[in-house]
């Protein structure tokens, strides 16, 4: 009896006690920034990498807020790549990236494939401190918060499952609004009611669309006149063009009663409806020179926040559009 139960302990101690349960092998890279070189997104620690790809094709990582408790969801496939690995040494990006020659140390030691499962990305805005005089805020960054899920591991000594994984955040950089306006560049369409200010030849505009002729009335002068911005009247939009705007062709393409195909428009913000005076308000205060026979309004974004999709930024509140002379 001695002896048989000695050979089932002998058994036991020599049998792989794999058997996928979570608590024989674990990893975790929580705390480690994420990188990306191409499509693939990494996490380096000590001498070991986690890594996914996704071919761009899929947007996994727009830059688009994606709604309340309804991530991005990419299943991995034979294009959808998953890996652990741990190597012989300290690990670099080298490593993991595909544009460089492989080092040839350190030498992948274990690799675990990641087979079936889902990627799931959670994206959010990443602002500015608001402006300590205007209030206004910048959008800086998208964060993606990445996790596996029901995410299964092949490896040397069976499979590795887990229900919910969590590989951290990766950021992507927001596109750049100059937001460099001028007011002297403010002129009028008077064929359409259209406001705009934009440089001649520049790459951005801001644009108030059938403005409310009662803001320009010249009977109240001195006096702040407000109208509400909405979707039909004192319609007010930024637009930032991929190529600039031809010299000379402003007129040509702000006074159109629909704007021209060229330039492209790489990204268009609309203002928010108005809610009150200071908030979602056009102002314009209109002034007179007599010995020039020319009245000046002076034109002010009021509580303004822009809208894409579901990112926003603020624009301030009591921003200066400029000064319309006509």
């Known amino acids: 009896m001695k002896k048989f139960l000695g050979l089932l302990v002998l058994i036991l101690l020599l049998t792989d006690c794999d058997d996928g349960n979570l608590t024989v092998e674990n990893i975790s890279f929580g705390e480690v920034n994420a990188s990306s070189c191409g499509e693939i997104v990494y996490k380096l620690k000590g001498s070991e990498a986690l890594f ?19 991530p991005r969801i990419i299943p991995i496939t034979a294009n959808v ?4 690995r741990a190597y012989s040494g300290n690990v670099t990006s080298d490593n ?4 460089v020659i492989q080092p040839i140390s350190p030498v992948v030691t274990v690799e675990w494939i990641a087979t079936s499962g889902n990627i799931e990305i959670t994206t959010t805005a990443i602002y500015s401190t608001p402006d ?12 993606h918060n990445i996790v596996f899920t029901n995410i299964t591991f092949s490896k040397t000594s069976g499979e590795q499952r887990y229900d919910t994984f969590s590989f951290g955040d990766y950021a992507t950089t927001a596109t750049n609004l100059p937001l460099g306006f001028v007011s002297d560049n403010v002129r009028i369409c008077t064929s359409n009611n259209t406001i705009y200010n934009a440089a001649d030849g520049g790459i951005e505009a801001l644009v108030i669309q059938n ?15 407000t109208g509400l911005i909405t979707a039909t009247t004192n319609k007010l939009s930024y637009r930032l063009f991929t190529t600039a705007l031809i010299t000379g062709s402003n007129p040509d393409y702000f006074c159109q ?11 268009e913000w609309l203002a928010d409806e108005g809610v009150s005076s200071i908030l979602g308000a056009i102002e314009i205060t209109t002034t007179n020179t ?12 009021k509580g303004v926040t822009f809208r894409k999709g579901r990112s926003t930024f603020y624009y301030g509140n009591d921003i200066l559009l400029g000064e319309l002379i006509f």
């Open 257 to 267: 009663a629909v704007f021209p195909d060229m330039p492209a428009v790489n990204e």
């Open 211 to 225: 403005i409310d002729p009662a803001l320009l009335a010249t009977t109240n002068l001195n006096t702040p006149k």
């Open 132 to 143: 300590a005089a205007t209030g206004a805020t910048t959008l800086l960054k998208y964060n």
């Open 290 to 301: 007599p010995a020039q026979n020319v009245y000046k309004h002076t034109i002010r974004l």
């Open 81 to 84: 790549i998953v890996r652990y």
């Open 52 to 70: 996914l790809k996704i071919p761009a094709t899929a947007n996994a990582f727009k830059n688009e807020i994606t709604p309340p408790d309804a």
């Open 96 to 99: 993991v990236c595909p544009d």
